[in-house]
């Protein structure tokens, strides 16, 4: 008994100091491995930082732990440090002359520099993967389309329209506002774009349009069940339908469609920018994808910012109460109107500005360049990280306060850059989606009042986002 007894004692020992040894060969391997990628990247002239895992770099940490990361990296290193995230070696740049710098100057080697996600899932021809001259086309193609006499003479008839229908029914009954404002930001650009064809592919569409975001911000890895396969595979049913609905549109006796993709395809002398199908279909894409997360968030923010702030929600409904007085309960919201709407611009841009719905903007270096005293290799990429600029508090005092009011001196939103980004890449749909986000407000507070119904949590990084839904009682403005 007592020899079998030591034999397992034996054998027990054996395993365990197998298993020991083979802990600390890990242990050794990936020290040996993390010490390795920091040499590798120990240039002369680099800025200080850490670049973690081969391949991965700190990609986790960045996605999982967010402004808690940049913050410890910012108290470790400065404003200006190197990281290897998304994909790529990249320096972060949390310096508001230096990022005012970068985005002024894409002529001398900063262009735009997105994570290859999105590149593969937005297409090679969308606005921000492109720069130069090819920029400034596909760019001046856009502007066509959104333009303000655009907005006022056909777009905002169809989202006053899309806005009243979809918003109808809403009350005395608990739904999820971020849920709602996610089929509205898409089901409105749908229609803007493909006009009455849009209700044939919109649910479709709509499932693989979710797939294709959540792609987009991803590590490019080419495997079963990855978010960058989902997205990559949606984009390949999202063109299959869009070439469709090209083909249908050429193939049909009317000659000119009042609409977006009517505009894109149109191949009269009035039509000074003249695509490919490719490009079309990359443009509509990119104009959905671009104005989807914005108007979507920005919208759900603003009813959880407007419920918390009950001097807030007073003030906006009082604006559009009186807008509603001097019409009949058909009229549409026309131009006069969204201009007047004064304090619920407030609204808006304060709302983007405290829940930062987008933090930062992307560029990539054309050849090694002097920046901020510091070496930057060619093929870098550089993060413009503007979320801090929003909490800065000799810009905005008392930061972390939603405050409207602020947004009344017009000088501060002439002043600001980098909410709707910056230099020659400001959000070209800016006004538009300032229009949606507007339009929804006024029939959301002329017909409703609202209470939250507690427990959902929000996430603020990497996209402002309620994991579980934000479920809100809604009760008619009557009752």
């Not at 397992?8 to 040894?21: D, G, K, N, T």
């Not at 299959?240 to 993709?261: C, G, N, P, T």
């Not at 810009?395 to 980004?421: A, H, V």
């Not at 029939?443 to 990497?462: A, C, H, I, N, Q």
């Amino acid at each position: 008994m007592l020899s079998l007894l030591s034999s397992l004692f034996r054998a027990s020992m054996a395993v365990f100091v197998v298993v020991l040894l083979c802990v600390l060969f890990v242990l050794c391997f990936c020290s040996a491995l993390l010490r390795w990628n920091e040499v590798r990247y120990r240039k002369k002239g680099l800025p200080p930082g850490t670049m973690g895992w081969p391949v991965f770099g700190e990609t986790t940490e960045f996605l999982k732990q967010g402004p808690s990361f940049m913050k410890n990296q910012r108290a470790r290193y400065g404003s200006f440090f190197k990281s290897h995230i998304l994909g790529c070696p990249t320096v972060v740049s949390m310096d508001p002359e230096v990022n005012r710098y970068i985005l002024m100057n894409e002529a001398k080697g900063l262009v735009p520099g997105y994570p290859q996600s999105m590149l593969d899932i937005l297409g090679k021809c969308n606005i921000a993967a492109v720069h130069g001259s090819t920029h400034k086309y596909m760019r001046g193609a856009l502007l066509a389309l959104i333009s303000s006499t655009m907005i006022r003479d056909q777009i905002l008839p169809k989202i006053d329209d899309f806005m009243r229908a979809h918003l109808s029914g809403w009350g005395n009954q608990v739904i999820n506002i971020q849920e709602k404002t996610k089929e509205m930001a898409l089901l409105s650009s749908l229609k803007q774009i493909a006009g009455i064809e849009s209700s044939s592919i919109s649910q479709a569409f709509k499932t693989d349009f979710f797939k294709l975001v959540l792609g987009t911000l991803s590590l490019p890895i080419d495997l079963p069940g990855t978010n960058y396969r989902r997205g990559f595979q949606a984009r390949k049913n999202i063109v299959s339908m869009l070439k469709q609905l090209i083909e249908d549109r050429r193939a049909s006796s009317e000659e000119v469609h009042q609409d977006m993709l009517g505009g894109l395809m149109r191949s009269d002398d009035q039509n000074r920018y003249k695509l490919t199908d490719e490009e079309i279909i990359d443009h509509i894409i990119t104009i959905m994808y671009s104005g989807y997360e914005t108007v979507s968030t920005t919208s759900m923010m603003a009813v959880k910012y407007l419920h918390d702030h009950p001097q807030a929600i007073e003030e906006l409904r009082k604006e559009h109460l009186a807008i509603r007085a001097r019409k009949r309960p058909e009229d549409p919201i026309d131009w006069n109107d969204l201009k007047s709407m004064r304090f619920t611009r407030a609204v808006i841009f304060e709302t983007s500005r405290l829940a930062t719905i987008v933090n930062g903007v992307l560029r990539k270096t054309t050849q090694d360049m002097e920046l901020n005293g510091f070496l930057i290799p060619k093929g870098w990429r550089i993060y413009v990280y503007t979320r801090e600029t929003n909490y800065d508090s000799f810009t905005y005092p008392d930061p972390l306060t939603f405050n409207p009011w602020r947004w009344m001196d017009k000088s501060l939103e002439s002043n600001n850059s980098f909410i709707f980004g910056g230099g020659t890449r400001l959000c070209p749909g800016k006004e538009l989606g300032i229009a949606e986000i507007s339009t929804f407000l006024h029939y959301f507070v002329t017909r409703y009042r609202w209470e939250e119904v507690g427990g959902d949590k929000l996430m603020k990084f990497p996209r402002v986002e309620a994991p579980n839904g934000l479920h809100i009682r809604v009760s008619n403005l009557t009752n």
